[in-house]
Every structure is written in structure tokens, then in C-alpha cells.
């Protein structure tokens, strides 16, 4: 059987639930469900909004090659990855990744090499905008999300 990742990037809001359901519908093969889900925080104080822009069709392309790796690698039996865009501001939803398995440990990796990997290769980037009103500058990556990817080589 062939699975076919749910990849979206988009500037609305997702609903987890949804998005679940979506995935698990009819199925009777699943035996884990794990999903992670980044949501945009306040910097104790100091940000008002996180600004994210991707490239459009690049972004879609490189999450779904990803995600196509993490269902072959870890046998996973369906996988949705959502990323927003735009003006997100403190406790709102940024990503959401649900992978589904047969066992709770391939559901659990699944997940983790997709936001491992989403976060270091897929084209995005975030401008913070400060709690004072001034813009900040685009965020740099960081070694510590290189090093997470690199656990998965």
C-alpha cells in the first residue's frame, strides 16, 4: 500500500482534531497516533508576533520529500504535516505534524524526524516583531536544530 502524505501550507489556523480524525478515518491498521504541534511564543513578554514567509511550491515540495522519507523509513502508515505562514501571534498554532503507525515507536520517530527535518530544510523563515512595536531581524538557525537533524543520519 502506497501512503500518501497530507502536506499544506497555508495562513489559516489548523484544527488538530481535524486533522486527526482526517488521518484515522475507517482505519483499523493504526495503532499510534503522535503529533506535535509549535505554537508561537511570547518571550516572556518580549514578542508580539512571529512573521513567517516560506517559498511558495518550494516549501510544499521539500515538506513533502520529507515526509515521503519518514513513511518509508519508519513503515508509517499515514503522515499530515501543516505549516502556517503570515502574522502568527503568541499562542497560536505554526506547524502541525501527525504521524500515524501500527506502534507507538515509529509513530513517536515518525514525528520527530519530520520536525527535525522540517525545521532545518524546508524554506522558512521568521521576522520576530517586539512587544515595544519595532521589527526585529529574521531569525538565524540555530546549530542546536542542525544537530537534532543530524541524530537521524
Known amino acids: 500500500m502506497t501512503v500518501v502524505p497530507t502536506i499544506r501550507v497555508q495562513s489559516a489556523d489548523f484544527d488538530l482534531q481535524a486533522e486527526i480524525d ?3 478515518a475507517g482505519r483499523r491498521d493504526i495503532g499510534a497516533v503522535v503529533t506535535f504541534t509549535g505554537l508561537c511564543r511570547d518571550e516572556q513578554g518580549q514578542l508580539s508576533a512571529l512573521e513567517l514567509e516560506h517559498y511558495p511550491g518550494m516549501a510544499e515540495a521539500e515538506m513533502r520529500r520529507i515526509a515521503e522519507l519518514a513513511i518509508e523509513r519508519f513503515s508509517l502508515l499515514g503522515l499530515t504535516a501543516v505549516h502556517r505562514y503570515g502574522k502568527i501571534l503568541p499562542g497560536e498554532n505554526i ?51 542542525d544537530r537534532a537533524r543530524d541524530k537521524w543520519r
Open 95 to 145: 506547524v502541525l505534524v501527525v504521524a500515524a503507525a501500527p506502534h507507538r515507536q515509529a509513530a513517536f520517530d515518525g514525528a520527530g524526524f519530520m520536525m527535525d527535518f522540517l525545521k532545518t530544510s524546508a524554506p522558512f523563515w521568521k521576522k520576530e516583531h517586539a512587544a515595544d512595536g519595532s521589527q526585529g531581524d529574521w531569525v538565524a538557525a540555530k546549530d542546536a536544530d
Open 22 to 24: 482526517a488521518l484515522t
